[in-house]
């Protein structure tokens, strides 16, 4: 009896060891209550948000109605993503104060090697605040108000949507029109040129009757173009074009990078080249086999 009392002690005391031992240390909570918003922010006023970490060192400024990224460079901004981003910062909810510590900081990653978020509002900051690195369990992020050294606990894995690439934060879309619109498509690969075009309620490709299916498709890719990435250096040669596609008052030349693998496009619109996949340029690119009706 003696000796079990002893062993049962001793699991006792291996639990409670093994328990602090699978702790992290630092990050148990001063509250277990939450204690409401991190930051207030109004998105109707705020003109201006500056997002910097190691990696990054963006800002974005609101003109009228849209939003702009003027740093590194000047360029549209992808507005959801902004609108999200704001959303976002207006709804940290916090959960608990894990810490008060300075010196705990990079711990939670809360320092200068987090992502630092300042919001202005008519030129002036209304808000800031550091996104540090996700909890244990990934559902709640480490969060710290600008000028406080409390660490909060925020719910929500959302470090990603503050520290995106530049390339996110930019508008992706190289053109726009309504499908229903669309009523003829010209396509060009070197000599080789057809057109798709609606006559008498009809598909056509000159006298062949184009595959509805087919046609939808493209039609429906073609109303959203959208690019994956973008090309900001001079490029040297130019790119060899190997295939355009023009509809309405749109032009879109597509060059085949071999080094990557992947296609250079730029639009009528604009000077600008971008990036595609290949997956998503042969969704574009569709030759005349492919659009026409087979035959029964």
Known sequence: MKQNTILIGVLALLLVVAYVVLQKP???SLSEEGTGKLV????LKVDRIEIKSPTLDVALEKKGAEWFVQRPLVY????????????????LEVKSIVSSNPEKHSMFTVDSTGTMVRIYEAGNERAGFIVGKPSSSFSDTYVRKMNSNDVALAGGGFGYIFNRALREWREKNIATMAQENIKEVKFQYGDTTFTLAFKDSVWMIGRDSADNSSVQNILRNLSTVTADDFIDSSLSPQPKVSAQIAYNDIQL?????????????QSSASSQWFVMETWRAEQLLKRKKELVKPHS
């Open 40 to 43: 207030e922010v109004d998105s």
């Open 26 to 28: 630092g990050e148990q």
């Open 253 to 265: 030349r597509f060059a085949f990078s071999k080094p990557t693998g992947k296609f250079y496009v």
């Open 76 to 91: 549209r901004a992808d507005q959801n993503t902004v609108a999200n981003a704001l959303h976002q910062a207006g709804n």
